[in-house]
T-cell receptor
Framework: AQSVTQPDIHITVSEGASLELRCNYS??????LFWYVQSPGQGLQLLLK??????LVQGIKGFEAEFKRSQSSFNLRKPSVHWSDAAEYFC??????????FGDGTTLTVKP | ETGVTQSPTHLIKTRGQQVTLRCSSQ?????VSWYQQALGQGPQFIFQ???????GRGNFPPRFSGLQFPNYSSELNVNALELDDSALYLC?????????????????FGAGSRLTVL
C-alpha cells in the first residue's frame, strides 16, 4: 500500500530564513507527487507537482521541491519564508488515477 | 473558471442520524473525489466518482456512499453516524483526460464541510 511520511510534525522558522519540509514516499514505479498547503479556514491549495522529467520543480509562492528516487524523497524548500507562509503542508503521492495518499502534514510556524 | 463549492459548511448531527454533503465540481472537471480529514491528520481517501460510477474506494464502510450527477456534481451520504465520523469532509474535482492521465491526479479542493456528531 502507498504511504507518505512527513517526519516533522511541527517546524518553526524565523521570517526570512530558509525552509525545508521533508517527505518520503513509498516506492512506486512512476510516482505522481504533490505538495499542498492548507491555511486555517481555507481549502487545500496545490503548491507544485512532479510527474516526470526535471527532478527540481518550481511551484507557486516561491516554493520548489526536489525529487530524489534513490532516497524516495520529495522535499519542499523555500529560500526565504514570509509570515504568510504559516500553514499546514501536505505531501501527497498518487500512482494511479483513483487515490491520493496524504502524509499527516507539517505545521509551519513563522516567528517575526 | 469557478472553483469547487461544498455545502453545508458546518453541520451538527447526533449518533445514528444520516447526513448528505454536496459538492459542485470545478468547471471542465469530470471526476470527483471525497476525503475525510480528522483533526490533526491528513485527508483520507473515501472514494472517487467518474462518469457517475464509483471508481476506487478507500478503507471506509458501506455506510459511506456517494453519487455523481450528469453535471459532475456529487453527493456524499453517511448513514448511521458515529462519533468518529466527526471530521472535515473535503471534495476535490479533477480532469481525467485520456491524453493527459496525470491530470486526474491534480486535485482542486473545496473548503470542506465540517461535520460534528454528538
Amino acid at each position: 500500500a502507498q504511504s507518505v511520511t512527513q517526519p516533522d510534525i511541527h517546524i518553526t522558522v524565523s521570517e526570512g530564513a530558509s525552509l525545508e519540509l521533508r517527505c518520503n514516499y513509498s516506492y512506486g514505479a512512476t510516482p505522481y507527487l504533490f505538495w499542498y498547503v492548507q491555511s486555517p479556514g481555507q481549502g487545500l491549495q496545490l503548491l507544485l507537482k512532479y510527474f516526470s522529467g526535471d527532478t527540481l520543480v518550481q511551484g507557486i509562492k516561491g516554493f520548489e521541491a526536489e525529487f530524489k528516487r534513490s532516497q524516495s524523497s520529495f522535499n519542499l524548500r523555500k529560500p526565504s519564508v514570509h509570515w504568510s507562509d504559516a500553514a499546514e503542508y501536505f505531501c501527497v503521492q498518487n500512482t494511479n488515477a483513483g487515490k491520493s495518499t496524504f502524509g499527516d502534514g507539517t505545521t509551519l510556524t513563522v516567528k517575526p | 473558471e469557478t472553483g469547487v463549492t461544498q455545502s453545508p459548511t458546518h453541520l451538527i448531527k447526533t449518533r445514528g442520524q444520516q447526513v448528505t454533503l454536496r459538492c459542485s465540481s470545478q468547471s471542465g472537471h469530470n471526476t470527483v473525489s471525497w476525503y475525510q480529514q480528522a483533526l490533526g491528520q491528513g485527508p483520507q481517501f473515501i472514494f472517487q466518482y467518474y462518469r457517475e460510477e464509483e471508481n476506487g474506494r478507500g478503507n471506509f464502510p458501506p455506510r459511506f456512499s456517494g453519487l455523481q450527477f450528469p453535471n459532475y456534481s456529487s453527493e456524499l451520504n453517511v448513514n448511521a453516524l458515529e462519533l468518529d465520523d466527526s471530521a472535515l469532509y473535503l471534495c476535490a474535482s479533477s480532469d481525467r483526460n485520456r491524453d493527459f492521465p496525470g491530470g486526474a491526479n491534480v486535485l482542486t479542493f473545496g473548503a470542506g464541510s465540517r461535520l460534528t456528531v454528538l
